[in-house]
């Protein structure tokens, strides 16, 4: 039989990592490692958070032995899901390095607790702007509180848009209640036809403008990305 490696043990642990309730589990399998690497602890902490004991992931974090900047994100990341927001900002200041999934955490935090105040400076401290995450975090914040305005603003200066950008919209648009929706519905159904089949995309634009054409929150909406489209479409 061939030898278990800290890969393999890796690789259980992070299906119970996933697994709310598996945490006894995982501390067994975590237990049987050989030899200990960032990434077994950094799946435990997890472990920890998925299962709801967030003491458990502060003790196991005050003694590991190795960590990289995974393992502070997912301190960072644990703890504003678990509601200790301050903790969680205490742990991201003292980060010895930072990376995008950092400032991902926080903003989005802030983001999904309606806090869009605070949610804005931090994403206006954010070293790294070009995450669709961290843009996507505001989009959706702003459609949760019923601000169309500003969530449609992040969304069109967005560097790079993907189906969760639009799904962010959509989902704003329809919580809204509003018919809204149903244009912006229309838009990520062309972005997913767009990369199966581009030949039709100059058809389909013609369609999102018709869609558009008669809202009367059309304001709110800048023709940006229309524009964006119609050249793309001009060049397929």
């Given amino acids: 039989m061939p030898r278990k490696t800290t890969a393999t043990y890796n690789c259980l642990l992070t299906v119970y990592s996933r697994a709310p309730g598996r945490l ?15 990434v077994s602890y950094n ?8 299962s709801g004991d967030a003491d458990g992931a502060r003790r ?3 003694s590991m032995r190795v960590m990289d900047v995974m393992s502070w994100n997912t301190m960072v990341s644990g703890l504003s899901k678990s509601g200790a927001v301050e903790e969680a900002k205490a742990v991201f200041l003292a980060m010895p390095v930072r990376n995008s999934v950092s400032w991902n955490a926080m903003v989005s935090r802030f983001a999904c607790s309606g806090d869009m105040s605070t949610a804005e400076e931090w994403f206006r401290n954010a070293l790294e702007k070009g995450d669709t995450v961290l843009w996507t975090a ?16 992040y969304f069109e200066a967005m560097p790079v848009r993907n189906l969760v950008s639009w799904n962010g919209v959509v989902a704003g648009y329809l919580g ?3 018919n809204l929706w149903t ?16 030949s039709n995309l100059s058809g389909l634009i013609r369609l999102l403008s018709f869609f558009f054409a008669d809202s009367k ?3 709110v909406i800048s023709e940006k990305t229309m524009a964006e489209l119609s050249e793309e479409a001009d060049e397929v």
């Fill in 43 to 50: 799946l435990l902490l997890s472990c920890h958070f998925t």
């Fill in 24 to 38: 006894a589990d995982a501390r067994h399998l975590f237990n049987r490692i050989p030899t200990l690497d960032a």
């Fill in 183 to 198: 244009r912006y519905y229309v838009g990520c159904s062309l972005v997913g036809f767009y990369s199966v089949e581009t």
């Fill in 138 to 153: 505001m989009v959706s914040g702003y459609m949760d509180i019923d601000n169309a305005v500003k969530g449609i603003e």
């Fill in 60 to 62: 196991l974090f005050a």
């Fill in 176 to 178: 809204r209640g509003g």
């Fill in 217 to 219: 929150t059309s304001a």
